[in-house]
């Protein structure tokens, strides 16, 4: 059945105005692009503990057309969600749900970005305590 994440795939009109707007909030630049040179149609990066990929496609390659933000919401672990939040709105990203507690130990939030996509964050303490149990 589903055994783990491997790629959230976004869409932009301008990929490689996306690919910058991504490369500034991870901090990382796309590791993989097609064509190889000249203007993406599709990047890539690896994110994270266990470098799950996000890939960012031209928006004409979309199943459908894209007129509001919608879909399934990517919670990504984020240590510190406040300080997150506040960079993604300090970046031109705009709220979608408010910082919102789930209950003891899971706080989630999202943002649509510039490009219209749904970027969700989490505050996710099972997320902490399996990462910390592989650490030992």
Do not use: C
């Not at 795939?9 to 630049?29: H, K, M, N, P, Q």
């Amino acid at each position: 059945m589903l055994r783990g994440l491997t790629t959230v795939s976004f869409f932009a009109d301008d990929v490689a105005a996306a690919r910058a707007w991504y490369s500034e909030l991870l901090g990382i630049d796309a590791y993989f692009q097609r064509p190889e040179r000249g203007t993406p149609v599709y990047v890539e990066f690896r994110v994270g503990d266990y470098e799950h990929e996000l890939g960012i496609i031209d928006a004409r390659y979309a199943p459908s057309p894209r007129h509001n933000p919608g879909g399934a919401v990517i919670y990504w672990a984020v240590d510190d969600l406040s300080a997150t939040w506040e960079k993604l709105l300090a970046m031109g990203a705009t709220e979608y749900e408010k910082p919102t507690e789930r209950g003891p130990g899971f706080t989630t939030a999202s943002v649509v970005d510039p490009f219209g996509n749904v970027l969700g964050i989490m505050l996710n303490q099972h997320y902490q305590e399996i990462l910390n149990s592989r650490k030992a």
